[in-house]
C-alpha cells in the first residue's frame, strides 16, 4: 500500500513564500506523476503542478512563474516553492501520485492548508 504524507501549510502575508514537501512510501516499484491540486471549500479541486518521472513538469496558468515543482527521485519526494503568494492561492493542497507497485495505483495525500492574507 502506497501513503502520500504531505506538509509544509501555513499561514503567511501576500507575497511571502512557502515550501511544500510530500513523501511516497510504500512497495513503489515505480513513481510515475506526483504533484499538487489545490481545492477551496465549494469549488472543484485543481490541478497547481505535476511533474513526471522524466521531469517534465506541467503548471496552472494562475501559478506559472511564481511556483516551481521539483522531485527527489531517490527519496519519492516532490517539492513545491510557492513564491508571491496571493489570496486567492489560499487552499487546501493536496499530493497526488500515480505508479506502480504490483500494479497501477493513484493515491491522494492528506491535504496540507495555506492561508495567504492580503
Known amino acids: 500500500q502506497v501513503q502520500l504524507v504531505d506538509s509544509g501549510g501555513g499561514g503567511v502575508q501576500a507575497g511571502e513564500s512557502l515550501r511544500l514537501s510530500c513523501a511516497a512510501s510504500?512497495?513503489?516499484?515505480?513513481?510515475?506523476?506526483i504533484g499538487w491540486y489545490r481545492q477551496v471549500s465549494g469549488k472543484q479541486r485543481e490541478l497547481v503542478a505535476t511533474?513526471?518521472?522524466?521531469?517534465?513538469?506541467t503548471y496552472a496558468d494562475s501559478v506559472k512563474g511564481r511556483f516551481t515543482i521539483s522531485r527527489d527521485n531517490a527519496k519519492n519526494t516532490v517539492y513545491l516553492q510557492m513564491n508571491s503568494l496571493k489570496a486567492e492561492d489560499t487552499a487546501v493542497y493536496y499530493c497526488?501520485?500515480?505508479?506502480?507497485?504490483?500494479?497501477?495505483?493513484?493515491?491522494w495525500g492528506q491535504g496540507t492548508l495555506v492561508t495567504v492574507s492580503s
Open positions: 510504500g512497495m513503489i516499484r515505480m513513481l510515475d506523476a
Open positions: 511533474i513526471t518521472s522524466g521531469g517534465t513538469a
Open positions: 497526488n501520485a500515480n505508479g506502480f507497485t504490483v500494479k497501477y495505483f493513484e493515491v
